[in-house]
């Protein structure tokens, strides 16, 4: 028996509120592991980390971009 073919054994017989649960947690691994996959391809580009570093360095410096605060207003 297959590994997805347990666990909906298990879930089937499981009461409404428990199943939800298990599918809150499914969904929370899939977004964590989504997570980890884009910080990986972030941190293994060259182009992306030159890019972060040279934006440390001129923040640092004080000569980076500086966003205007109807820009920061429009985040929230």
């Known amino acids: 028996m297959e590994i997805a073919e ?8 499981m ?3 428990m199943a939800s649960e298990v599918l809150d947690f ?13 910080t990986d391809y972030v ?12 934006s440390q360095k001129t923040f ?4 980076g971009y500086i966003a205007t605060q109807e820009q ?3 985040l929230n």
């Open 6 to 13: 347990k666990i909906h054994e298990h879930v089937k017989k």
């Open 15 to 17: 009461p409404f509120e």
């Open 26 to 38: 499914i969904e929370f691994l899939e977004s964590k592991h989504q997570h980890f996959q884009e």
């Open 43 to 54: 941190l293994n580009n060259p182009l992306l980390m030159a890019q972060i570093a040279q």
């Open 60 to 63: 640092q410096q004080g000569t």
């Open 72 to 74: 920061l207003d429009a």
